[in-house]
């Protein structure tokens, strides 16, 4: 069965700081990941996607997140957070044999400090 | 404003009764889901639905029920055979077809509580 696990539940970084937020998957055959955000008390939002292309992939207020398929991983990277990005992010995953049913990992809390 | 659109947002319920989250979307979208989020435990999928008058069960699906009657409509009905109804629920959609096509929007959610 497919699942996707991220390494860290709660991270505390002071603003400035530099962000890295591990994904990883298991799933041998082609796969569609995705980052989603929760901002406190706002819907849930798409991030970043990567479907195909270029593994490095850009999405909104800075973030990037690299698809590494030997490592089968998609962690998420900020050079530098500020406090607005309080938030829980959500790594998900499609198999693309598997219709429709996107796997979400656990979730990781990241408190910015002012 | 395209989107989705979750009522109530708070609703508490006595033990024992069924419940019915309403769930619509305006995005043309033919695939619909609903998720049950919990802390630490990420987003699990209860049900799904690629198209009217079908849908299937995902991975937590025991103790509750859905209709596709319509495209725009996903109603989620959480049973008294539901052993731990209490949770925040969330619905999403997405397209079954072209670039992108499984990028889910999200609704506000809905928090139940029952007492």
């Known amino acids: 069965a497919q699942s996707v696990s991220q390494h860290n539940h709660h991270v505390i970084l002071s603003e400035a700081a530099s962000l890295e937020l591990g994904c990883n998957y298991s799933?041998?055959?082609?796969?569609?990941l995705f980052w989603y955000v929760q901002y406190p008390g706002q819907h849930l939002q798409l991030l970043l996607k990567?479907?195909?292309?270029?593994?490095l992939v850009k999405g909104i207020k800075g973030f990037e997140a690299e698809f590494i398929k030997s490592k089968f991983s998609f962690n998420l990277r900020k050079p530098s957070v500020q406090w607005s990005d309080t938030a829980e992010y959500f790594c998900?995953?499609?198999?693309?044999?598997?219709?429709?049913?996107?796997?979400f990992g656990a979730g990781t809390r990241l408190f910015v400090k002012a | 404003d395209g989107g989705i659109t979750q009522s109530p947002k708070y609703l508490f319920r006595k033990e024992g009764q069924n419940v019915t989250l309403s769930c619509e979307q305006n995005?043309?979208?033919?695939?619909m889901y609903w998720y049950r989020q919990d802390p630490g435990q990420g987003l699990r999928l209860i049900y799904y639905?690629?198209?009217?008058?079908?849908?299937q069960k995902g991975d937590i699906a025991e103790g509750y029920s859905v209709s596709r009657e319509k495209k725009e409509s996903f109603p989620l009905t959480v049973t008294s055979a539901q052993k731990n109804p209490t949770a925040f629920y969330l619905c999403?959609?997405?397209?079954?077809?072209?670039?992108?096509?499984?990028?889910?929007?999200f609704g506000p959610g809905t928090r139940l509580t029952v007492l």
């Open positions: 999403a959609s997405s397209r079954t077809s072209g670039y992108s096509y499984n990028e889910q929007f």
């Open positions: 799933y041998g055959g082609t796969v569609n």
């Open positions: 990567y479907f195909s292309g270029d593994p």
């Open positions: 998900a995953v499609n198999a693309r044999t598997g219709g429709f049913k996107t796997i």
């Open positions: 995005l043309n979208h033919d695939a």
């Open positions: 639905s690629q198209i009217v008058n079908d849908f």
